[in-house]
């Protein structure tokens, strides 16, 4: 989570390379994570009704997030998109095998037969 006492902790003094990147995109998936959890953990927290919306609503922008830099992750390390791709697999044979139908926005946008 955010660490104020330094002003200098995110910097960078050179520019990455494409690996450096790739795991800087990896930590910043971990940040959005957190920040979910946070946000999400506040909203179960409150019974303001104008906290809980705004709450929720930077919550679900940082959902978002994640997509974004998932997506970008895959189209800079193909061959962790490919892991990425296994595991939809998997867990799609798990739910044909368990007979369980997704809903369709699930099985539309995010596994691919
Ligand atoms: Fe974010």
């Known amino acids: 989570m955010a660490s104020f006492a330094n002003p200098f ?32 953990a506040h909203v179960q927290a409150t019974d303001d009704p104008l906290a809980k919306k705004v709450i929720a609503d930077i919550r679900d ?3 978002a997030h994640v997509g974004e830099l998932i997506t970008l992750l895959r189209i800079l390390d193909p ?14 044979e798990m ?8 809903k369709p926005h699930f099985k539309n946008n995010s596994v691919k037969d």
Do not use: C, S
Request: charged share 35%.
């Open 61 to 63: 922008e940082e959902k």
């Open 9 to 40: 902790a995110g910097n960078v003094p050179r520019k990455m390379t494409k690996e450096e990147l790739i795991q800087a995109i990896r930590l910043n998936i971990a940040g959005e994570l957190e920040a979910i959890f946070v946000y999400d």
């Open 79 to 92: 061959e962790e998109a490919e892991h990425f791709a296994e595991g939809e697999g998997e867990v799609k």
């Open 95 to 102: 739910l044909e095998q368990l007979n369980i139908t997704p």
